[in-house]
């Protein structure tokens, strides 16, 4: 193996799927770490958020700048939705025994998943399951090039959009009341509530923020990818869900590493295997991962409610 | 929808009336024989849209052959049965056709399974059967009796191989979609690029559904093949290109008949400029057979004929031409020999011939590739 431009191309190839991952991986681990459950509806919030963005930009023609608020909202609106069809339900019980109920927790997960196939069998029925086009003037695939190596304007703005994204969350995490509430809320929700934290609002305000990063992450990749679809959503939600394990299943900062690795992994496998086997790569990580490092790469190794 | 099925009954009851007064003038001549084929395809049920592409067209062929005096002194006439894409309807059919001793022939049906369920009867008890779609390889090698007009990747990637050899490019690299299909078209060129002298300098699967391509590109790009062959759909196609073209790779790409659809270019834009691929069937083709169908099929049916039609009409003319050469004492036996015989069938696919041992048909197929953002013929390499 000759360590030349094309293996620093193949690493950057890595970087950019890896972005995409992460992109995804942080809404995931918000949710996750606030309710200790997988949210399996984030692939179709993303989904929505990436049909919204198309049926605007065609319906309308708005910059590009203009889109991501609205976007934004979509995502905002249907995570509160979600939250109230698929979660809520199952927190009407606030004893102690409901609280630390397992089986409360598997209810919802099989929730999540029924809201995510019912969302795409319905998007399917809309918009067909062929793959739609996005108007050319919004691609973001104009290549770059950085030195000897060639990166799509897409791989940058999803990268610079991770970034924020990311230092975003930290902010409201660590800065804001808010983010007291919910760091409050992960740590121990029956104790948020004793201290007197209004936890459902809290659980909103999470669902909110989480499926605004999906529905933005979603219209992005939509516009790296040039096409979109109602499946989109389902491998990208793997390998992020992948990630959030790898990274510790709470820590944000380590689903977005664990992303990286990933891309990155994945990618450069490719030199040596055929690319067919490049799942084989990520389960493989995932399984290693498990069994040196139980908590995850980046976990507190917390007590878990 | 309403409209469309009020006029195709519209359509019936003139075509019907038509036949039957063209019936009651052959009855008048009496010496006339009546030869019928027999059609059998999915006319009701989920592939239903195909089977009625297929009737559509070989509605088209017979007034024509009958028109044209090809076959004097006999009438040909086309029954057709709903197989409902079901093989035990199949047999059913097939067993009703043999008993019609009018009947000397079968075109149909439309998927290889329920083409074979029948096939393993006509096969037993000898009537040429000719399927319009079958790709299946062991169709053919059913028994002498079953023919195909439809080209497989068998040949199709030997001749997109022969294609890039003559246009003075030496190596490529293969990019296949990880299914039975993909396998066969990547062996189908592999084999055929090999044979002509050609070198592959590497072959890649990826799974269904992968939507990345840069780790293959960069891999692939790194050996600098003359062309890159793509074995895969549209979807693929596009994003591939796209991605090929940010990667700022400038290799040629050529691909299977598979790409050959609008939406390459709707989704794939300028990155897919270039392209070349062959294909059987374009309703663009300039070619005045074509030209002439083209037309008289939207001017009767209201749509522009798909790939099924064509196929259709040139099995149901590859048929007649068979009846016509065996002449107005035809029976099963000596339609099948005429149908081993042809040669050169002038069609809308292709000039199609079938191999007299396996019964493969080898076509002239179209060479196109996209410019100023559509697809059109190329003549030469």
Same mark, same amino acid.
């Given at each position: 193996m000759v360590f030349d431009v094309f293996f620093l191309q193949q690493?950057?190839?890595?970087?950019?799927?890896?972005?995409?991952?992460?992109?995804?991986?942080? +809404?995931?681990?918000?949710?996750?770490g606030v309710l200790n459950v997988v949210n399996f509806a984030h692939g179709?919030?993303?989904?929505?958020?990436?049909?919204?963005?198309?049926?605007?930009?065609?319906?309308?023609?708005?910059?590009?700048?203009?889109?991501?608020?609205?976007?934004?909202?979509?995502?905002?609106?249907? +995570?509160?939705?979600?939250?109230?069809i698929a979660f809520r339900p199952f927190r009407r019980f606030t004893d102690e025994a409901s609280q630390k109920s397992r089986a409360m927790r598997e209810a919802t997960l099989l929730s999540s998943l029924a809201v995510s196939i019912v969302t795409r069998e319905i998007m399917m029925h809309i918009f067909g399951g062929d793959m739609q086009g996005i108007p050319s003037g919004y691609l973001l695939q104009q290549p770059v090039a950085i030195g000897p190596v060639m990166v799509a304007s897409g791989s940058l703005v999803i990268f610079a959009t991770s970034a924020v994204m990311l230092g975003a969350l930290q902010f409201l995490l660590y800065r804001t009341q808010t983010g007291l509430g919910i760091r409050a809320v992960s740590n121990n929700q029956l104790g948020a509530r004793y201290v007197g934290i209004n936890t459902d609002r809290t659980i909103v305000t999470t669902f909110a923020v989480g499926s605004m990063l999906g529905a933005t992450a979603g219209i992005l990749v939509g516009l790296y990818d040039g096409a979109i679809s109602p499946h989109m959503g389902f491998a990208p939600g793997v390998k992020a869900f992948v990630a959030m394990v790898m990274g510790g299943l709470s820590s944000i900062p380590g689903a977005v590493a664990c992303a990286l690795l990933l891309g990155v992994s994945e990618s450069i496998a490719t030199e040596f295997l055929s690319s067919g086997w490049?799942?084989?790569?990520?389960?493989?990580?995932?399984?290693?991962?498990?069994?040196?490092?139980?908590? +995850?790469?980046?976990?507190?190794?917390?007590?878990r409610a | 929808m309403k409209k469309h099925a009020v006029f195709g009954a519209a359509l019936g009851a003139v075509v019907g009336a038509m036949l039957a007064a063209t019936a009651g003038a052959t009855t008048a001549q009496a010496a006339d024989r009546e030869i019928v084929i027999g059609y059998q395809a999915p006319l009701s049920g989920d592939r239903s849209q195909y089977g009625e592409m297929f009737r559509n067209a070989a509605q088209i062929k017979l007034e024509e052959f009958?028109?044209?005096?090809?076959?004097?002194?006999?009438?040909? &006439?086309?029954?057709?049965?709903?197989?409902?894409?079901?093989?035990?309807?199949?047999?059913?059919?097939?067993?009703?056709?043999?008993?019609?001793?009018?009947?000397?022939?079968?075109?149909?049906?439309?998927?290889?399974?329920?083409s074979m369920a029948a096939g393993e009867i006509y096969a037993a008890e000898k009537m040429p059967q000719l399927s319009q779609t079958a790709s299946h390889p062991d169709f053919t090698k059913l028994s002498p009796w079953q023919f195909r007009n439809i080209t497989t990747q068998a040949f199709e990637g030997p001749y997109n191989a022969d294609w890039i050899i003559a246009a003075g490019k030496k190596t490529a690299a293969v990019i296949y979609i990880q299914n039975d299909w993909g396998i066969s078209a990547l062996d189908g060129f592999v084999s055929g690029f090999k044979a002509k002298g050609g070198k592959i300098t590497a072959t890649e699967a990826f799974n269904p559904g992968n939507r990345d391509f840069r780790s293959i590109l960069t891999k692939v790009a790194r050996q600098k093949p003359d062309v890159i062959y793509l074995a895969m759909f549209y979807e693929e196609g596009a994003a591939f290109a796209q991605q090929r073209e940010q990667l700022g790779i400038k290799i040629p790409l050529y691909g299977t008949s598979s790409l050959y659809s609008p939406k390459l270019i709707e989704l794939g834009r300028e990155s897919v400029e270039g392209l070349h691929l062959a294909t059987t069937f374009t309703p663009d083709n300039p070619d005045p057979a074509v030209q002439t169908f083209v037309k008289e099929y939207a &001017?009767?049916?209201?749509?522009?004929?798909?790939?099924? &039609? &064509?196929q259709a009409y040139d099995a149901v003319g590859i048929m007649l031409d068979a009846v016509a050469k065996a002449g107005p004492s035809v029976t099963r036996e000596s339609l099948r020999d005429a149908l081993a015989a042809t040669t050169g069938y002038p069609g809308v696919t292709g000039a199609t011939s079938f191999d007299p041992v396996t019964r493969e048909p080898a076509k002239a197929l179209a060479k196109m590739m996209v410019k100023d953002g559509r697809f059109q013929v190329v003549t030469g390499p």
């Open positions: 690493v950057i190839n890595g970087l950019s799927i890896g972005c995409v991952y992460a992109l995804m991986a942080i +809404g995931f681990t918000l949710i996750f179709e919030v993303y989904t929505i958020g990436a049909f919204v963005g198309l049926m605007v930009i065609t319906a309308m023609a708005p910059p590009l700048l203009a889109v991501v608020p609205l976007v934004l909202a979509v995502g905002a609106v249907s +995570g509160v939705g979600l939250e109230r490049k799942d084989l790569i990520t389960y493989s990580l995932l399984v290693i991962t498990l069994v040196f490092f139980p908590q +995850g790469l980046f976990g507190h190794g917390r007590e | 009958n028109a044209s005096g090809k076959l004097a002194g006999a009438k040909v &006439a086309i029954t057709f049965e709903d197989s409902k894409d079901d093989p035990k309807e199949a047999r059913n059919i097939a067993h009703k056709f043999l008993d019609n001793s009018k009947i000397v022939g079968v075109i149909g049906d439309f998927s290889s399974t329920v &001017a009767r049916f209201k749509s522009e004929p798909g790939m099924f &039609a &064509a």
